[in-house]
């Protein structure tokens, strides 16, 4: 018997497309504009009049297998966010239970999906040209869909995970872009039914983030998760912000052909540089994350150094973080020994700046709390409005956060211009001296 969608035929198919672009296009668009306006930001610097071409860039992916592969990698994980939003699309539930043609599902999402690798494909088709601009798109946009995609048993597991691995083969063999967009658009029509489909069928979030023991970090836990959650386009920025560091530097060491010593002291004056500000940047919100589970520690009387030590191991593992991503890609054209010495810098400038700005956050938290304390007649108005998280605008004092990381960038560049490439010992050694500090 004809199903009531395909008696309709092409009568209904537009107002289901406009539908769900609707349903499922708000949630991309919210998690996909603070990405384009990031990627949009140093791409304006790195492709301006007195920068390089786009077909240079790709000119040099094209020879070297590593930045394809960091080119790639960073594009499908910075899109991943919005890619899945478009699956999990709530209020869509009742068009995943239409009887309409896979088609019509698979036209929709498709669009959409394509869609979000607008910066992508526009980069290889000012780079290359309309073809490689189409195969980049449909292949992002095919393993994005297949990373969304809910397996059944371990055999279709096994699949996906051959899948996405499959991927990152042909990008890093540099398959050509007719190969890539067959490959694209056959995994599209394959996976993108699917996969909305069984986009209710959730995985258990625990799974793929295991829980932390010890109160320190499982508390620490929970400020990145709520970090990731509030503020996902200042992660995205901050990322980006420090790509591009690590890009120029990679860049300038390749062209001036810098011996790894000299390179790994210069990426860790870039890193000074990137890391400080990205890092300063998150003090804030890091410290409002804390703020909104006040009452809740407050209520199991947790101690302030749990507290402390939770901001500087959320703050130290995204330094970290930002450190291998920044010595990663910064040294990708160094042997593997010098290849070590610059990701191993920028590893040690991202600890020592991440346990520092957790205990930044807690003097300019300090410097918040007395300043109302002095306005209020010698009483802190925002001990009781912090606790609930509404009390202020800000729970740390910006002058301090602002004063206290420029000091820090400036007494790092001068202790690498003295020290050289051994003072990033001593940043990550005065970090953790400093995270655990008794005042």
């Known amino acids: 018997m ?73 594009w499908l994980v910075a899109a991943l966010p919005a890619a899945v939003a478009v699956m999990d699309a709530r209020h869509s539930a009742y068009l995943r239970w239409l009887p309409a043609p896979r088609w019509w599902t698979g036209l929709g999402v498709g669009a959409l999906l394509v869609a979000l690798q607008g910066p ?8 290359v040209g309309p073809g490689a601009a189409l195969a980049s798109a449909l292949l992002a946009a095919a393993w994005h869909a297949l990373f969304a995609l809910s397996p059944r048993g371990r055999g279709e597991a096994a ?24 490959a694209g658009g056959l995994g599209l029509v394959v996976v ?5 489909a069984r986009a209710p069928e959730h995985r258990p979030r625990g799974a793929l983030l295991p829980r932390l023991s010890g109160p320190a970090a499982g508390l620490a836990q929970s400020y990145l998760v709520a970090l990731v959650r509030t503020r996902p386009g ?41 890391l400080g500000a990205g890092l300063g940047g998150l003090v804030g919100p890091v410290a409002e994350a804390e703020t909104a589970l006040g009452w809740l520690l407050d209520s199991v009387d947790t101690r302030p150094e749990v507290r402390r030590w939770a901001r500087c191991l959320a703050l130290g593992a995204v330094g970290l973080a930002l450190g291998l991503g920044h010595g990663l890609i ?45 306005r209020s007649g010698g009483v802190d108005v925002g001990g009781v409005g912090g606790v609930g998280g509404v009390g202020g605008a800000s ?12 000091g820090a960038m400036i007494a790092c560049l001068v202790l690498l211009s003295v020290l050289g490439e051994a003072a990033v010992a001593c940043v990550a050694a005065a970090g953790v001296v400093i995270a655990g500090g008794t005042r």
Do not use: C
Not at 17 to 45: D, Q, S, Y
Not at 342 to 369: I, K, M, N, S
């Open 2 to 74: 004809q199903s009531r969608a395909e008696g309709a035929g092409w009568m209904g198919v537009g107002p289901y497309l406009l539908t769900l672009l609707r349903v499922a296009g708000r949630p991309m668009l919210g998690r996909a504009a603070p990405l384009w306006v990031g990627v949009a930001a140093p791409a304006a610097v790195l492709f301006g009049p007195n920068g390089m071409d786009p077909a240079e860039l790709l000119a040099l992916a094209a020879g070297s297998w590593r930045i394809r592969l960091a080119l790639w990698g960073g």
């Open 120 to 127: 992508w494909a526009l980069l290889w088709g000012a780079g």
């Open 159 to 182: 699949a996906r995970l051959v899948g996405l691995a499959a991927v990152a083969v042909a990008v890093g063999l540099g398959i050509p872009a007719v190969a890539v967009g067959l």
């Open 330 to 374: 910064a040294g990708w054209s160094l042997a593997p020994v010098d290849l070590a010495r610059v990701v191993g810098a920028g590893l040690a400038l991202g600890l020592g700046f991440g346990f520092a700005g957790g205990r930044l956050g807690v003097w300019a938290a300090a410097g918040r709390g007395s300043t109302r304390a002095s």
């Open 234 to 274: 200042l992660v995205v920025r901050t990322g980006l912000i420090t790509a591009l560091g690590a890009i120029v530097t990679g860049l300038i060491g390749a062209v001036n052909e810098m011996p790894g010593a000299e390179l790994a002291v210069y990426s860790a004056g870039v890193a000074i540089v990137t």
């Open 395 to 406: 729970q740390v004092d910006g002058g301090r956060v602002v004063a206290g990381t420029i």
């Open 192 to 196: 993108i039914p699917a996969a909305w």
